[in-house]
């Protein structure tokens, strides 16, 4: 990863925490904020700074009720803890969320409590991602 491209991460994250400290946040835009936008792009159409180092690109999450017409809550929630999902031909580009912050969390809250932890924070980004449909 060249560090031009994280300098450019780290000041488009600054930019956008700025931003979302000016209004009313929600924990889930925050964590969407910190976690997520490096790919998928500050409105999540998977234009962030990251994403032209990757070799797949990061999907567009304002588009993923086109499909079928509804926001596929529970597929979307597994796909962003990842623990649970098998993994398909080549290695996942999207880091698994739930082993990631299951890990800082029961640091924090012990084994029980830093597993509802954990579990709320997903919730929080999965109504997040539901809330950029369009
Ligand atoms: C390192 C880059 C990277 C980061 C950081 C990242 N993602 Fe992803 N994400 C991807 C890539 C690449 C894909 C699509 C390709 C794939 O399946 O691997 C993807 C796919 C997804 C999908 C599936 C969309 C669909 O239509 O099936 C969801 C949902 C998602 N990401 C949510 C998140 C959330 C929420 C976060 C933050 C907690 C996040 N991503 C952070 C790279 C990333």
Redesign the pocket.
Known sequence: MKTATISVAALLLGLAHSQANAQQVTRGEL??LD??A???GLEGKGDGP?ADE?Q????D?TI?SRETGRFPYWR?FA??DGRYIVPGHGA????V?GQQFIEGDVKTYGPSGGAIVTQERIHE?TGY?ESLQR
Request: charged share 20%; hydrophobic share 50%; glycine share 0%.
């Open positions: 964590e969407y976690s997520c490096v790919c998928h990251l990757l797949k690109r990061p999907a999450l993923i979307v796909i962003i996942r580009e999207m880091p969320w980004l991602i």
